[in-house]
């Protein structure tokens, strides 16, 4: 059984249209984390969230990005005004420590047209 | 920068033979080190922590450590077509809260 679960697994919207990606945890981590990796490019960091508040966040994650963990499940990236650019595989990840491993949900594919 | 280098390869190995894939890194603070595979279209698969310097044994997989150098590597073992994937290395620096900065990674083939 997976770790994280992420929702939905293929998502289309159009320029300007706001997002929410979600992703589930399934047993008890303290860190989450969100990731892209455009087509053919390295994955790289977006946020991190610990103690529901953001840790760090990459220069990726601008004013058009938010993250937030409502109801102490569902772990949700927000993309407010979605450009081209946004198109992406968008991965979860948890970690259940500091510093230990990190499990990745199965991903998102946004596709912005 | 803190940086994770990678060679994009392919890496081809026949069938049986041993796949060596290595990572070098620039954060000299590095505490964590991973590989991950990633099929095509799939999410990242962890396969090997290493936390100190040597190696580390799990199946067919070897990861190395070598923290004076600042490189580690990943050792695969009778090498298998379904082992044909993207490897990717990560570290993590162990300060604050980001978790992991990746290589672009190295595409292994494996021919039958």
């Known amino acids: 059984e997976p770790e994280v679960t992420q929702t939905p697994s293929h998502q289309v919207t159009q320029m300007g249209q706001e997002v929410i990606l979600r992703c589930v945890p399934i047993?008890?981590?303290?860190?989450f984390y969100w990731y892209r990796q455009i087509l053919g490019q390295k994955v790289e960091f977006l946020v991190s969230f610990y103690n529901n508040e953001i840790s760090e966040k990459s220069e990726i994650f601008d004013d058009q990005f938010s993250v937030e963990r409502p109801d102490g499940s569902n772990f949700t990236l927000k993309i407010r005004s979605t450009k081209l650019e946004d198109s992406a595989m968008y991965f979860c990840?948890?970690?259940?420590?500091?510093?230990?491993?990190?499990?990745f949900g199965q991903g998102t594919r946004l596709t912005v047209v | 920068q803190k940086e994770v280098e990678q060679n994009s390869g392919p890496l081809s190995v026949p069938e049986g033979a041993i796949a060596s894939l290595n990572c070098t890194y620039s954060d000299r603070v590095s505490q964590s080190f991973f590989w991950y595979r990633q099929y095509s279209g799939k999410s990242p698969e962890l396969i090997m922590s290493i936390y100190s310097n040597g190696d580390k044994e799990d199946g067919r997989f070897t990861a190395q450590l070598n923290k004076a150098s600042q490189y580690v590597s990943l050792l695969i073992r009778d090498s298998q077509p379904s082992d044909s994937a993207t490897y990717l290395c990560?570290?993590?620096?162990?300060?604050?809260?980001?978790?992991?900065?990746f290589g672009s990674g190295t595409r292994l083939q494996v021919q039958p």
């Open positions: 047993s008890n981590h303290l860190y």
């Open positions: 990560a570290v993590n620096n162990g300060q604050g809260r980001r978790a992991l900065t």
């Open positions: 990840a948890v970690m259940a420590q500091k510093n230990t491993e990190a499990f």
